[in-house]
């Protein structure tokens, strides 16, 4: 009797099991139909003028000798991509930048297999969005999920159309890997990717990621390539959806994205320089430079002072600081909480709207070479030519510097201009030779230094 009950109970549980595997198969496959009319595939055209590159060319008279025709003028550029629609009634449909940067047509396939040409409404290089416009008939849309409440581990599908058209509404499940990723594409981007480990390849940018609801959150940008060939590795990254409905709602009401600003070059606490400011924790933002009257100057801060809190929310990361400011209204003001000589500040800045250009911008007696190897002197009008120097510029000036000393190991290069030893500043050869014996206490050297227009903290170990 006992083991006909196991045997009963065996397949109570097996039956059960499949029951569950059945449900979470057909929430899969819901979500998929549900989300597939929505997602697009974009095909891009572009004409491109090779008389550019091949005029007088000496390949000319040997291209018309073997082929007897003229060489080939221009030709026909095409590429691939994904897009989402995100308002069925108006005919919007966002995307990436770079699937729609610098092109002569777009054009927009359904799943159904009706075509668009698509208008550009406006585009963000710096998340890398765009809005188009296609003609709203009997459209479908996704609806958007909030990216903040997006757990690590959680399910996530995502759907585009991989390396071709013919592979158009390719769906790949997997997870979300990580949160809050930056530093993946060079230059001055707003990075706070969504990590995933779903199959994205080329021809998925700018498709859908989406939860186990079927909610939109994110967009499909990036991966992870070793530089031989551009295949999933199953690293890839996404914008959250909060981002992109930002950027989105600022495209279409403006044609541009609004973006505060405080003022500050920032600089990653690593453990060393977290080490020099008597921190426990590399959580937070080093300032490496305050703009003369910008916001942050109006209010006090300072450089060396380190962030830590950005209107009540934590600030882990240079880019956390850099996307909170930027997501903020301009012209409010947000209280900071910073660090400043081994104590808490509490400050209010009032932010400002980014302005259209992002550049931020005693005596001469030669020091002789100290323990972390340069030479240092005041700036003179000499030194300004010699180094092309800024007038504004203040501190002192890097003469020399030597071979394999700890400024050499460090990138220090005559013409560097050391304004601060730790957080005090530093406008003479003696004043810093001092600094630099009190700071020499603890084996280790900060120093910030400017170089054509860049500021930054560099530390050194001393022995």
Known sequence: MKKIFLIILTFATLSAQNSILKQFSDQFAEIAENANPAVVTILTEKTVDMSRFQRGAPQEDLFRYFFNQPRQREFRSTALGSGVIIDSKKGYVITNNHVV??????????????????????????????????EPDNLVQIRFGDSDELRVGELVIAVGSPF??????????GIVSAKGRGNI??????????????????????????????????????????????????????????????????????????????????????????KALGL?????????????????????????????EFNSQKVKTVDNLRNK???????????????????????????EEMPSDEILIGSNVEESSNEIG??????????????????????????????????????????????RVGTKKCTNPEQFQRLLNDTRKRNMVMLHLKRDGAARYLTLEVD
């Open 374 to 419: 340069i030479k240092v002197s005041s700036i003179s009008r000499s030194l300004r030519n010699q180094y092309n120097l800024n007038a504004k510029d203040e501190g002192v000036v890097v003469v020399s510097v030597d071979e394999n000393s700890p400024s050499d190991v460090a990138g220090i290069q005559p013409g560097d201009i050391i304004t």
């Open 280 to 308: 426990d924790s590399r959580n937070g933002a080093l300032v490496a430079d305050v703009v003369s009257d910008g916001p942050a100057d109006k209010a006090g801060i300072e450089t060396g002072d380190v962030i830590i």
């Open 164 to 173: 071709s058209a013919n592979l158009s509404h390719t769906v790949t499940a």
């Open 185 to 274: 594409i060079q230059g001055d981007m707003y990075e706070d990717f969504i990590q995933t480990d779903a199959a994205i390849n080329p021809g998925n940018s700018g498709g859908a990621l989406l939860n186990s609801s079927g909610s939109l959150i994110g967009i499909n940008t990036a991966i992870y390539t070793n530089s031989f060939d551009s295949s999933n590795k199953g690293v890839g990254f996404a914008i959250p959806s909060n981002m992109v409905k930002q950027v989105m709602d600022d495209l279409v009401a403006y044609g541009k994205v609004v973006r505060s600003w405080i003022g500050v070059q920032i600089q990653a606490l690593d453990e060393s320089k977290a």
């Open 101 to 134: 940067d610098d092109v002569d047509e777009i054009n927009i396939r359904l799943m159904d297999n009706r075509e668009f040409e698509a208008e550009i409404i406006g585009r963000d290089p710096k998340s890398d969005l765009a809005v188009l416009k296609i």
């Open 325 to 351: 400011v930027s997501a903020s209204k301009p012209n409010k003001s947000y209280e900071l909480i910073l660090i400043r000589d081994g104590k808490k500040k509490s400050m209010r800045v009032n932010l």
